[in-house]
């Protein structure tokens, strides 16, 4: 069974400064993706960032990179130019390749980042 | 388009009752899938349904849970006897069928938030 760990439970960063998320995952599989999702207090699960694990290029969206180490099984997120709607929960997820494990993601524990103005 | 449709938002419910929870997917999706968040945890994947078919249940209790996805209306996720480890956020996302470079996220709804008195 995949696992995903965030070992930060909580990050603070100051506003315009730049914060990275760390995440680590464990699978013996090939194929798969891996995603970043921002929980505002609102509850709300958004997409920030998805990583194909067969492309070696890291994503960027805007603000948001990661930096994916396949080797090290490491996917961490770095958020630019931080802003105070960038306070969040953020989640790290695995979701498996293989044709029968249709779109089932397993979640890290999450990290509560701050940000300070 | 509508996003996916939770409801209700809040839920309390006296230890005993029984807890009814609906989600309509996004148009067009045929594929439901339900998630438990813990307070300061990260979520859980509990079931995987298809139309009329549960394709993937292990991350449900054996007892007192159970799930459905009728071939019309939302799909239900039900708890009997509530207990206060019940309590949670539940959250339920769809996709449209999956495939093996499928590429496109799971759509959340903002959850139902069980409160069991």
């Known amino acids: 069974a995949q696992t995903v760990t965030q070992s930060q439970p909580e990050m603070s960063v100051q506003e315009a400064e730049t914060v990275t998320l760390s995440c680590t995952y464990d699978?013996?599989?090939?194929?798969?993706?891996l995603f970043w999702y921002k929980q505002p207090p609102s509850r709300q699960m958004i997409l920030v960032i998805r990583?194909?694990?067969?492309?070696?290029q890291n994503a960027t969206e805007n603000r948001f990179s990661v930096n994916f180490q396949k080797a090290a099984k490491s996917f961490s997120l770095k958020i630019s130019d931080s802003q105070l709607g960038d306070a969040a929960m953020y989640f790290c997820?695995?979701?498996?390749?293989?044709?029968?494990?249709?779109?089932?993601?397993?979640f890290g524990g999450g990290t509560r980042l701050m940000v300070k103005p | 388009n509508a996003g996916v449709m939770q409801n209700p938002r809040h839920l309390v419910r006296r230890r005993g009752q029984e807890a009814r929870l609906r989600c309509s997917p996004m148009?067009?999706?045929?594929?439901v899938y339900w998630y438990r968040q813990l307070p300061e945890e990260g979520l859980k994947f509990m079931v995987y349904?298809?139309?009329?078919?549960?394709?993937?249940e292990s991350g449900m209790p054996k007892e007192r849970f159970s799930a459905e996805f009728p071939k019309e209306g939302p799909s239900i996720l039900r708890i009997q006897q509530v207990v206060r480890g019940d309590s949670a956020a539940y959250f339920c996302?769809?996709?449209?069928?999956?495939?093996?470079?499928?590429?496109?996220?799971?759509?959340f709804g903002n959850g139902t938030r069980l409160t069991v008195t």
């Open positions: 996302a769809s996709s449209p069928l999956p495939g093996r470079r499928y590429n496109s996220p799971l759509h």
């Open positions: 349904l298809q139309k009329e078919n549960i394709i993937d």
């Open positions: 990583q194909e694990a067969y492309k070696q």
């Open positions: 997820a695995y979701r498996s390749g293989e044709n029968n494990a249709g779109n089932m993601l397993t």
């Open positions: 699978t013996s599989e090939s194929d798969y993706y």
């Open positions: 148009k067009g999706h045929s594929h």
